[in-house]
């Protein structure tokens, strides 16, 4: 017989996030979130919209009208921004150098595309000459990048492949989901076409809601697909020219008449999660793009001075590093697992491990959204000092708070 009596109210225990995502969110969120539904084309809400798209205008630094939310984890903004775009057996271009840009393949490859990829070992970035190269080589139609890969803790430049992918007329799509909010990105300056990313990194909310934008070339490649659906179709919508967009979630075109004027029904918006949303847009804006990115990159220097101050090596090359998330090399005699284990069962804190060739080889500490902050990184190097000393891995004692707090003392 079920016993209702077995199953409490949810509780979660007292976590401090200092891994590649999720983190903490932010309490004003939290209580954003705690606000009352109204129906989806309340005033209200429909106003609550239009603040959303403005917001998010400003944090991708765009003036692109189809700024909006996709309903679902940042993967889902990804789907929407690929499969809209994407044509059966068009050529995609795919930068591969960590586990996300290998999710960028295997999402191309599902909407039908011809996918080729230039490669490097993971933890390095491509240069514009290697990816002006690999363009004229094989001459796509679409562009694939992921600007932060977590896997690697590595920032891509885009600032100059914007240009090149104008020049040869290729649709220019980057994956932000760890880097908005944190790094600088520079939608329109950088002649992005299409951005999306998520909230549960620098944006400092919860996953599920995915904010994208695109650029009006973008736009228009995915209205040459479109095809209204039965129900909500009147005699003044026009199908495209080109194949319909396979998915119907996650079809651009009809997102943007959900988000515009038109409001046309296409799914029940996610009214709690929209709150989110724009409330983390409202609060990285209250502070400004240039201070969250300064903050983001403070607390992660300060992370990576306590680091190397500890003995410990950080991956990769630390001039492409993102300023909120740090690949450490595990010491080869200690056991990886076991010291993220006592980090969370005696301290409370998470910090991440990695996949693929770099499992079991690294740690990634994230320092982002609202646990970009003196006190978290603080008290994750004296637990993560602590705890190697506890496992007999030899430290110098105290320096990695020395010279965290000398990096403080010096902004």
């Known amino acids: ?90 050529r995609a271009l795919v930068t591969v150098a960590g586990r996300f840009g290998l999710l960028l393949c295997e999402i191309a490859r599902r909407c039908g595309a ?96 995915a904010p994208v934008t695109m650029s009006p070339r973008f736009v228009e490649a995915c209205e040459a697909r479109r095809l209204v659906e039965e129900g909500v179709r009147d005699a003044h919508h026009r199908r495209g020219t080109e194949p319909a967009i396979a998915s119907n979630y996650f079809d651009a075109c009809m997102l943007m008449d959900y988000w515009g004027p038109e409001r046309l029904n296409h799914h029940t918006e996610a009214t709690t999660a929209l709150y989110g949303a724009r409330e983390c847009a409202r609060i990285m804006l209250q502070e400004g793009m240039e201070k969250a990115v300064a903050r983001h990159k403070l607390h992660g220097d300060a992370m990576l001075r306590g680091i190397r101050a500890m003995g410990l090596e950080p991956f990769g090359d630390t001039a492409h590093k993102m300023n909120n998330v740090l690949g450490v090399m595990i010491p080869q005699d200690v056991n990886g697992e076991q010291v993220r284990s006592l980090m969370l069962s005696d301290f409370g804190i998470e910090i991440g491990s990695s996949f693929g060739p770099l499992k079991g080889r690294i740690w990634r500490i994230g320092t982002m959204g609202c646990n970009a902050r003196k006190d978290c990184v603080l008290t994750t190097l004296a637990a993560l000092e602590a705890v190697l000393r506890r496992l007999g891995h030899r430290v110098p004692d105290g320096q990695a708070l020395q010279e965290a707090w000398d990096c403080y003392a010096g902004n």
Not at 68 to 74: A, M, P, R
């Open 1 to 90: 017989m079920f016993d209702i009596s077995k199953y409490d109210q949810i509780n979660p225990p007292a976590r401090l996030l200092m891994g590649p995502g999720p983190i903490n969110a932010d309490p004003r969120v939290l209580r954003a979130m705690s606000a009352q539904l109204v129906g989806q084309y309340d005033p209200s809400m429909t106003g609550y919209m239009n603040e959303t798209m403005e917001l998010y205008r400003e944090v991708f630094r765009t003036r692109n009208q189809q700024t909006f939310l996709v309903d679902g984890t940042s993967r889902a903004g990804i789907e929407a921004m690929l499969v809209s775009a994407i044509r059966p057996g068009d």
């Open 114 to 209: 011809e996918v080729h990829t230039i490669e490097r070992p993971w933890g390095e970035i491509f240069t514009p000459d290697e990816v002006e190269t690999a363009i004229e080589r094989v001459r796509p139609r679409i562009l694939l990048t992921v600007h932060g890969d977590t896997s690697t803790t590595m920032l891509q430049p885009l600032e100059e492949i914007g240009e090149i992918c104008h020049r040869r007329d290729v649709l220019f799509y980057t994956d932000a989901t760890a880097t908005l909010g944190g790094n600088t990105l520079e939608t329109d300056a950088w002649g992005l076409d299409a951005v999306s990313s998520g909230l549960q990194k620098c944006m400092g909310g919860p996953s599920g809601t």
